[in-house]
């Protein structure tokens, strides 16, 4: 007769034992979910918080309202973005009609209109933009004289004759 308390004694701390360890468990779980998901010390205590207090139901809880994707997925995709964004701005088009275009173009194929301008000192393509030539310092306003004497500048080389 002593023997059965003494069973069920066993069966109830070893159970008692195992949902403590559970409980235990799902507040690690959740510390370590939720440091992966944001940076708010407030969010950190209030989900674990959650957990401790109301067990299984803070556990649910907590899944419902956790954010999404964790703060490493949320950099890569801030990464993929970018790369995105930088390979969009990359790709020259042309400004009258939009076609895309090469980016050593002087001229567009398909409207004709001028993209660049040659360097008349270092003969490279210089935007239109551009009031000086950032490889040689010479100035391209048009009209305007350049920096260096015609002298030290070298030979200009008329538009027909160049490559």
């Known amino acids: 007769m002593a023997l059965i308390?003494?069973?069920i004694q066993f069966v109830i701390a070893f159970f008692g034992a195992y949902f403590v360890a559970l409980w235990f468990s799902m507040i690690i779980w959740t510390y370590y979910d939720i440091r992966a998901r944001s940076?708010?010390?407030y969010v950190h205590i209030f989900a674990t918080a959650l957990v401790v207090v109301f067990n299984v139901f803070g556990l649910v809880l907590y899944l419902i309202l956790r954010p999404r994707e964790t703060l490493a997925e949320?950099?890569?995709?801030?990464l993929e973005e970018e790369t995105l964004l930088q390979e969009i701005e990359e790709r020259q088009s042309c400004p009258a009609c939009r076609q895309r275009v090469q980016p050593d173009f002087l001229l567009c194929p398909y409207c004709h209109t001028e993209l660049k301008q040659r360097c008349p000192r270092c003969d490279r393509l210089l935007l239109l933009k551009w009031d000086i030539c950032p490889y040689c310092g010479n100035t391209q306003l048009q009209g305007a004289p350049s920096v260096l004497p015609r002298e030290t500048r070298g030979p200009v080389v008329p538009a027909t004759t160049r490559r």
């Open 39 to 41: 940076q708010d010390l």
């Open 74 to 78: 949320a950099y890569e995709r801030s």
């Open 5 to 7: 308390p003494t069973i």
